[in-house]
């Protein structure tokens, strides 16, 4: 039995209605319906736009050197849907997409908007709508330290054999990862994390929790225990990631 979610085809002939210009994607999740599901999804490459609920107070944190975060360039914006903005060493600004990114900024994206950030060469961050996002600290393929103050995130990060750990801090709770696609955010009404590849350790209350692919845990509240792990179903993953895009 197979339950396929969203997918998108992509076709080189401009004639052809699923043509999509070159650097446009979307991603695939697929349900296979062994057990109660194991969930593959293929790694997303951030789509293309020319224009572009709640996680309170969530961080990541990529383990590695110093940087200088009023003059560091972290990454560029590879898709803007709606409206982001910008906010550190530099003035206040509107982001576009090719824009840049320092340490030390805060992203923040508006009501109906969405961005994708690529940091270094083998991060990339999804925000959803109303996400405020600092990029701490970050040494580019090297690792760093991300707040996500609110909103819906997807990390892809592509793990090299380097030790580069990546950490979520938030007051629901702190989330270890490493070489990995995750989700957390809001879902079903709650603090959600769900694993698409990789390993991520999620702690709260004093607990930790150590999540597969497949799985996913919830943090009710800041301060309490997340639940032990569980596969998600297949609407609540589609809803996860279409809050990011």
Not at 118 to 138: C, P, Q
Not at 164 to 169: P, T
Not at 187 to 192: A, E, L, P, Y
Request: charge should be neutral.
């Amino acid at each position: 039995m197979r339950a396929s979610g969203p997918k998108a085809r992509r076709c080189a002939a401009k004639h052809c209605p699923d043509y999509r210009p070159p650097g446009c994607f979307s991603y695939t999740i697929e349900v296979l319906a062994t057990d109660v599901g194991e969930i593959v999804m293929q790694r997303f490459v951030p789509p293309i736009t020319r224009r572009g609920v709640l996680l309170a107070g969530s961080a990541i944190v990529v383990a590695g050197a110093p940087a200088d975060a009023q003059e560091s360039h972290a990454g560029t914006i590879e898709a803007v849907r709606g409206d982001a903005y910008a906010d550190g060493a530099k003035p206040r600004r509107a982001l576009q997409l090719m824009a840049e990114v320092f340490i030390g900024d805060l992203v923040e994206t508006a009501v109906n908007s969405a961005l994708t950030m690529h940091l270094g060469k083998s991060t990339f961050v999804k925000l959803g709508a109303l996400a405020k996002f600092r990029i701490d600290d970050f040494v580019i393929d090297a690792g760093g330290t991300f707040d996500l103050e609110q909103g819906p995130l997807l990390i892809d990060h592509s793990h090299d054999g380097t030790n580069d750990n990546l950490q979520v801090r938030s007051p629901f709770g702190l989330i270890a990862v490493r070489g990995t696609m995750f989700f957390a955010g809001p879902s079903n009404d709650v603090f959600g994390v769900f694993v698409a590849q990789g390993l991520v350790s999620v702690t709260g209350g004093g607990r930790t929790v150590t999540l597969r692919p497949g799985l996913g845990t919830n943090i009710a509240n800041p301060g309490d225990v997340p639940t032990e792990p569980r596969r998600w179903g297949p609407g609540r993953i589609t809803a996860a990631l279409r809050s990011v895009v």
